[in-house]
């Protein structure tokens, strides 16, 4: 019996707010770097530790052929209302373990989902989702990829 979900996608262009594009960078980072300081100092969560052989600070943004909806499981970590900016509103983080499965090779990954309620700055189609993950060499924009996900996970 498969214990897992595969959930499939194509890699598409983000807004180059969590890290991509310096033209869209607050204070000279980007918002992913901005939210890992945060978490570090604050003791929620390193993501230096999570990935010992280092991240991109930003987000892979993920297009999914299915139905997929990431508020829909069980989440590893949870912060509620969290004020990472001075200057923005407080935002709920949702934080799951997850691997990327890209030509035929497996990347520890996080399922990044900020609250919907929470976000106010940006908004993605429903079926993209972004995922924060160890380097993955060659990966580009209409790539195709596979999330694979726990089905313990899973709320039925």
Known sequence: MCNKLLVDGIVVQGYGLAGADPNN???G??????Q???????????????F???WKSATLNVKVDSAFDPLKIRHDYTFHKIQWNPNDT????????VEICFEHKKYR??????DPETKQNCYHH???????????????????????????KLRL
């Open 36 to 50: 890992a300081r945060y978490f570090k100092r604050e003791g929620l969560f390193d993501f230096d530790h999570y």
């Open 25 to 27: 960078k607050r204070d």
């Open 29 to 34: 980072l980007g918002c992913i770097e901005m």
């Open 90 to 97: 407080a935002e709920t983080f949702y934080m799951t373990d």
């Open 52 to 54: 010992p052989n280092g």
């Open 109 to 114: 990954a996080i399922l990044y989902v900020i």
């Open 126 to 152: 429903p079926q993209t989702i972004e995922i924060i993950a160890e380097p993955i060499p060659n990966i580009q924009h209409g790539d195709r990829l596979t999330l694979i996900i726990d089905t313990k």
